[in-house]
């Protein structure tokens, strides 16, 4: 029977590995994506890898991914006697060993999993083990008719595009809410000192921060990594700045140099800070208490990475371009809501829309 069915299979594989290949792909576009500094992560340890991208981040290996799956599934729609299907193993066997490849390129030299790749490679290793199946078998089932397997593989691109644009926005975490003062734009920003995407965020921030004035209610939290080596001692200077009302200038002049060991009292000095309380502040229990509360603040919300900057009902992670902080600030002084529909619908939408392809093209013969 499964040689029977080896090409409806082979096309659900096919159609698994697209559809999770432009996930990928529109993982691999997005701002969260893009520039970060985070604490580690398969995922994000995959993608940051020199064999993610080629020259420019529209060009990746999910795009590839798409491409030759696309292809694959194509080449299956022709028919039995075609020399397109009657060697359709041989790229498909060499898909699969690509694929096995790239499992175990992240298991020996990354390190790491991105289990949205495996997921791809694991289809890609169907399809070989698939075609080898079928060599030398007679013509394979056909439950559906063409038309209807094109329209699938037009979903399979189409849908994940869909959700990115339909999904809801989620929702700002009572913690954060609780910073918030009614009547204004607020803005709770999470950053490290020492992150670079971070360090170029800033002004593109406090420029349109400046642009709305008295609009806004700006709150700084702090989340120093571990793997920057003066990034907590830069957050502590932070905390003992502001507790002499000199907590935004003082970040403005960490976020602009580099920070050593001497950096801190060098700024110290440069604002004029009493320095006897500042240093005893830089020692203080309360100070690293605050830091913790902070991190352990982001790390309730959802963290994924920094910068992380909540305006309003939205969450802004990673470097962000000028005008998408505007839009931000501009839907949050309207007070709009978050458009979009539950994951549950689009699920059922999208299981209808399969189910309803799959009873319309099936084949009588």
Not at 66 to 95: E, K, N, Q, T
Not at 131 to 151: T, Y
Not at 179 to 186: A, D, E, S, V
Not at 332 to 348: E, N, V, Y
Request: aromatic share 10%.
């Amino acid at each position: 029977m499964l040689q029977n069915l080896w090409l409806t299979l082979y096309r659900i594989c096919a159609l698994g590995a697209i559809l999770f290949s432009a996930l990928l792909y529109l993982h691999y576009l997005s701002p969260v994506d893009s520039g970060f500094c985070s604490e580690g992560g398969g995922c994000e340890t995959v993608r940051s890898s020199g064999f993610s991208y080629f020259g420019s981040r529209y060009v990746n290996i999910p795009l590839v991914g798409v491409i030759a799956y696309a292809a694959l599934f194509s080449a299956s729609l022709f028919s039995a006697d075609s020399p397109v299907r009657r060697y359709l193993h041989w790229p498909s066997v060499a898909g699969g060993v690509a694929a096995l490849g790239l499992v175990i390129t992240q298991a020996l030299y990354l390190k790491a999993f991105c289990w949205m790749c495996v997921v791809v490679d694991s289809f890609g290793v169907g399809l070989a083990f698939l075609s080898l199946l079928a060599i030398g078998k007679g013509p394979a089932a056909e439950p559906l008719r063409r038309w209807a397997w094109l329209s699938l593989l037009g979903a399979a691109l189409v849908l994940p595009a869909a959700w990115a644009w339909l999904k809801p926005l989620p929702p700002v975490p009572e913690a954060i809410l609780a910073l918030y003062k009614p009547g204004k734009i607020n803005v709770v920003e999470f950053a490290d000192f020492q992150c670079p995407y971070c360090l170029t965020f800033h002004p593109r921030l406090k420029r349109v921060v400046e642009k709305y004035g008295d609009q806004v209610h700006f709150v700084r939290r702090h989340m120093p990594l571990l793997q920057h080596q003066f990034a907590e001692r830069a957050a502590f200077a932070a905390v003992c700045a502001e507790a002499q009302g000199q907590g935004e200038n003082m970040a403005d002049k960490l976020f602009r140099t580099p920070i050593r060991a001497e950096t801190i009292s060098k700024l110290a000095t440069e604002l004029k800070l009493d320095l006897p309380a500042f240093e005893s502040c830089l020692k203080s229990d309360t100070t690293v208490q605050r830091i913790e509360a902070d991190r352990a603040l982001l790390s309730e919300a959802g963290f994924q990475g920094l910068p992380t900057t909540y305006v309003g009902n939205q969450v802004l992670v990673g470097l962000k371009a000028t005008p998408v902080i505007e839009e931000a600030f501009e839907l949050a002084a309207k007070g709009d809501q978050p458009q979009g529909i539950p994951a549950s619908l689009f699920l059922a939408l999208c299981a209808l829309v399969v189910l309803g392809v799959g009873f319309a093209g099936r084949n009588a013969d």
